[in-house]
């Protein structure tokens, strides 16, 4: 069975970079999947960071797009989230999921990673 | 973007009860539109894709209609363990949006 564990520092300094990394166990990052970081600041709703293809095409939320980086190591059946310039505003718990293109809709998640941005 | 806004944020209901939440799409989004359970402390959990297909292993009082801008979540009759918070979710190949989520809560 498909498993994604999110793993990176719990703990980032402001004006530093966030990066998490997903790794895939129980499969392998392949076609017909798209897979994606998802975040959750404290107490509130679900907000999509971006995705990526297997052939390594991206996509980001557009207010996020000049600060977010993903990419995919399909050899380490893992793909990684690079956040930069964070401020106390990206605290937040980090999920990655996994989107079949054939559904349009994350049908396995990640745990989460928490993440928070302090000095 | 498209916006996702569900109704109503926060829902009082109690076991046995059908409980109905609504999104609607700032824009035609066809019937690409999932819903998902979240408890606190852990992950969402989809229970409906295309805006009517139940994910396998989800309990069939779990229900989704609705197409182009306004859909609707339905749980036939509600059972203890249905107390969570739930969103809707647009995804098209290049963006994806929540709802804010709607808390059914006793």
């Known amino acids: 069975q498909l498993q994604l564990q999110e793993s990176g520092p719990g703990l980032v300094k402001p004006s530093e970079t966030l990066a998490l990394t997903c790794t895939v166990s129980g499969g392998s990052i392949g076609s017909d999947y798209y897979w994606a970081w998802i975040r959750q600041s404290p107490g509130k709703g679900l907000d999509w960071i971006g995705s990526?293809?297997?052939?390594?095409?991206?996509y980001y939320k557009s207010s996020l797009k000049s600060r977010v980086t993903i990419s995919v190591d399909t050899s380490k059946s893992q793909f990684s989230l690079k956040l930069f310039s964070v401020t106390a505003a990206d605290t937040g718990l980090y999920y990655c999921a996994r989107l079949p293109v054939y559904q349009r809709a994350f049908d396995i998640w990640g745990h989460g990673a928490t993440v928070t941005v302090s000095s | 973007d498209i916006q996702m806004t569900q109704s109503p944020s926060t829902l009082s209901a109690s076991v046995g009860d059908r409980v109905t939440v609504t999104c609607r799409a700032s824009?035609?989004?066809?019937?690409?539109l999932a819903w998902y359970q979240q408890k606190p402390g852990k992950a969402p959990k989809l229970l409906i894709y295309q805006a009517s297909s139940l994910q396998s292993g989800v309990p069939s009082r779990f229900s989704g209609s609705g197409s182009g801008t306004e859909f609707t979540l339905t749980i036939t009759s509600l059972q203890p363990d249905d107390f969570a918070t739930y969103y809707c979710?647009?995804?098209?190949?290049?963006?994806?949006?929540f709802g804010q989520g709607t808390k059914v809560a006793v």
């Open positions: 990526i293809y297997h052939s390594g095409s991206t």
């Open positions: 979710h647009h995804y098209n190949s290049y963006t994806g949006t």
């Open positions: 824009q035609t989004i066809n019937n690409w």
